[in-house]
């Protein structure tokens, strides 16, 4: 199989993606949490830190914190439970599956189409009436052609040139409806 000078697919990592955008706001909402939690209940930690109980417990909830933070089994099934609830509230608001996506998009094109077959039915419907109104002009132009040679030969030389003169417009007239269609 031949290769294509920089056509490498690099697949986007998580944060690229919708859900990591998703994931990016609760992150930064989690940690605005934190901080506002140690700031508020900080008089109580201190509080604690003042018997032996309390920096027994303070020192037991730091050293889970610290242990979670560096095994690589606990960070890899926090990461992955982190990112599937992220692509969870992500898949409420944005359809981010690929077949859904195609789904919608056929939906959309057939919604489309519809569209067009309304649009070409009134075409036609149109395309009909500029058919008739030619018609009518044509049938008109060969009655006010007759009237304008009736007229000549009878001598009445006004009659003559408004008949004809109406014949020349609805030409013209045809003529501009050809040119559209």
């Given at each position: 199989m031949a290769?294509?000078?920089?056509t490498?697919?690099k697949p986007k990592?998580?944060?690229q993606k919708?859900?990591?955008?998703?994931?990016t706001?609760?992150l930064?909402?989690?940690i605005?949490?934190?901080g506002?939690l140690l700031?508020?209940?900080s008089?109580?930690?201190?509080?604690m830190l003042?018997?032996l109980?309390?920096?027994?417990?303070?020192l037991?909830?730091l050293?889970?914190?610290?242990?979670?933070?560096?095994?690589p089994k606990?960070?890899t099934l926090?990461?992955y439970?982190?990112?599937?609830?992220m692509r969870?509230?992500t898949?409420?608001?944005v359809t981010i599956?690929?077949?859904?996506?195609?789904?919608?998009?056929?939906?959309?094109?057939?919604?489309?189409?519809e569209?067009m077959?309304?649009q070409i039915g009134?075409?036609?419907g149109?395309m009909r009436?500029l058919?008739?109104i030619?018609d009518?002009?044509n049938k008109?132009?060969?009655?006010?052609?007759?009237?304008a040679k009736k007229?000549?030969?009878?001598?009445?030389?006004?009659?003559m040139v408004?008949?004809?003169?109406?014949?020349?417009?609805?030409k013209?007239s045809n003529?501009?409806i050809?040119?559209?269609t």
């Amino acid at each position: 199989m031949a290769q294509f000078p920089n056509t490498e697919f690099k697949p986007k990592s998580f944060w690229q993606k919708p859900e990591g955008k998703t994931g990016t706001l609760f992150l930064l909402a989690i940690i605005g949490g934190a901080g506002y939690l140690l700031f508020k209940y900080s008089a109580a930690i201190l509080g604690m830190l003042t018997n032996l109980t309390g920096i027994i417990i303070l020192l037991g909830v730091l050293g889970v914190i610290i242990y979670m933070v560096l095994d690589p089994k606990v960070r890899t099934l926090v990461s992955y439970f982190y990112k599937s609830v992220m692509r969870w509230i992500t898949g409420i608001f944005v359809t981010i599956d690929p077949i859904g996506i195609l789904k919608n998009y056929i939906s959309d094109l057939q919604d489309n189409l519809e569209k067009m077959g309304t649009q070409i039915g009134n075409l036609k419907g149109q395309m009909r009436k500029l058919v008739t109104i030619v018609d009518e002009n044509n049938k008109e132009i060969n009655n006010s052609m007759l009237i304008a040679k009736k007229a000549k030969e009878q001598g009445n030389e006004s009659a003559m040139v408004l008949a004809s003169r109406k014949a020349a417009r609805l030409k013209e007239s045809n003529e501009k409806i050809h040119s559209v269609t």
